[in-house]
Every structure is written in structure tokens, then in C-alpha cells.
């Protein structure tokens, strides 16, 4: 089971861009690693899933070094509509996940 | 119309009652999952179920069961309510490596 270990929270001024590292030194060979966003009262929604280097969609990129143990969560140019709480989460094959407590982004005008 | 629900949305119970919470998708997923989340926590996994033969326990199952009546049905239930699950109920499926989660069920045990 891989366990992941972000910060607590984070603030940003809107239009900044915002990078959220996540730690998972005990991820195995077979796992993906997956982000989500949480809004107040709400299920996670996925943001953006990868397994080495990077990956870049329409909301964000994803950044994983050579050795995996730890990824980076780059969001664009952040608004305030991006105040979440967001989870990084390690994908076994086993289906035993660990979300973690999250980073709670606050987005400041 | 969402792909996953979750009803009852809200429910405020007694200790000692039996309580079913009930998760309905129609994304034709086979793998399911029901979280529990507590305030300022993450989620943490009660049970999952790969198909309606197939169930298993996640990090913390004691005091919940579950029953798959169908690909796309999935409930929880707690036999004998007790404070400590008043809690945010989420039900999820998956498919690849993305999880699709319902709106969640927030339980209240007076």
C-alpha cells in the first residue's frame, strides 16, 4: 500500500501558477499515480493520471521524476474557483487506495 | 441524470438503529468502492467490489457490511449504528485509473 504524504495547505494569488508535490517513496512498479479535487461537500473529481515524465491535459500537468517516488501537480494560472482541496493518490492494481489528507489550495483575490 | 447516486443524501439516525445507505451507477462499471470521510480527513476505504461474486474489505470495514445486488448496485450498511460513523459517505466506480465518485451521503449517528 503506498502512502502518500503532501502539504497541508497552500495559498496562491489568483493567476499564479500553483505546483503541489506529493511524496510516495514506497510506490511499486505497476502503479499509476492519479490526482483529484475535492470541493466542499462534494466527491473527488480526477484531475490527471501518469505513470513517468509528464503529462499535460486541459485543466493540468502532471510531473513525475525517473525514480517515481514523488509527482508535482501544476496548475495554470490558478482562479478562484480552483480553492479545493486537492489528492494525490497512488492506483495498485490491488485496489487498496490511499487518498491521504490532501492539500487545501486557497485562492486569494 | 449523474452516473452515480447515492440516496438517502442526508440522514440523521439514532445509535443501536440499522442504517442502509445505497450507491446506483450507470457508467456499466464493474469495480465499486464505498469511503467514509470525517472532517478534515481524507478518504478512507470501507469495502470494494470487483464484480457481484467478488467483495472485499478496505482499511476499515469493522462495523460496516456491504451487498452488490447488481453490476450497477451497491450498499453499505451498518448493523447497529454507533457515533464515531457520523461521517461523509461517498460511493465511487472505477474504470482504468480514474475513479467516478457520487455526491456522497452525509450520516449522522445521535
Known amino acids: 500500500l503506498a502512502k502518500t504524504t503532501q502539504p497541508i495547505s497552500m495559498d496562491s494569488y489568483e493567476g499564479q501558477e500553483v505546483n503541489i508535490t506529493c511524496s510516495h517513496n514506497n510506490i511499486a512498479t505497476n502503479d499509476y499515480i492519479t490526482w483529484y479535487q475535492q470541493f466542499p461537500s462534494q466527491g473527488p473529481r480526477f484531475i490527471i493520471q501518469?505513470?513517468?515524465t509528464k503529462v499535460t491535459n486541459e485543466v493540468a500537468s502532471l510531473f513525475i521524476p525517473a525514480d517515481r517516488k514523488s509527482s508535482t501537480l501544476s496548475l495554470p494560472r490558478v482562479s478562484l474557483s480552483d480553492t479545493a482541496v486537492y489528492y494525490c493518490l497512488v492506483v495498485p492494481p490491488s485496489d487498496q487506495f490511499y487518498f491521504g489528507t490532501g492539500t487545501s489550495l486557497t485562492v486569494i483575490p | 441524470d449523474a452516473d452515480v447516486t447515492q440516496t438517502p443524501r442526508n440522514r440523521i439516525t439514532k445509535t443501536g438503529k440499522r442504517i442502509m445507505l445505497e450507491c446506483s451507477q450507470t457508467?456499466?462499471?464493474?469495480?465499486m468502492y464505498w469511503y467514509r470521510q470525517d472532517p478534515g480527513l481524507g478518504l478512507r476505504l470501507i469495502y470494494y467490489s470487483f464484480d457481484v461474486k467478488d467483495i472485499n474489505k478496505g482499511e476499515i470495514s469493522d462495523g460496516y457490511s456491504v451487498s452488490r445486488q447488481a453490476q450497477a448496485k451497491f450498499s453499505l450498511s451498518l448493523e447497529s449504528a454507533i457515533p464515531n460513523q457520523t461521517a461523509l459517505y461517498f460511493c465511487?466506480?472505477?474504470?482504468?485509473?480514474?475513479?467516478?465518485f457520487g455526491p456522497g451521503t452525509r450520516l449522522t449517528v445521535l
Open positions: 465511487a466506480t472505477r474504470q482504468g485509473h480514474e475513479q467516478f
Open positions: 457508467k456499466g462499471h464493474d469495480r
Open positions: 501518469g505513470y513517468k
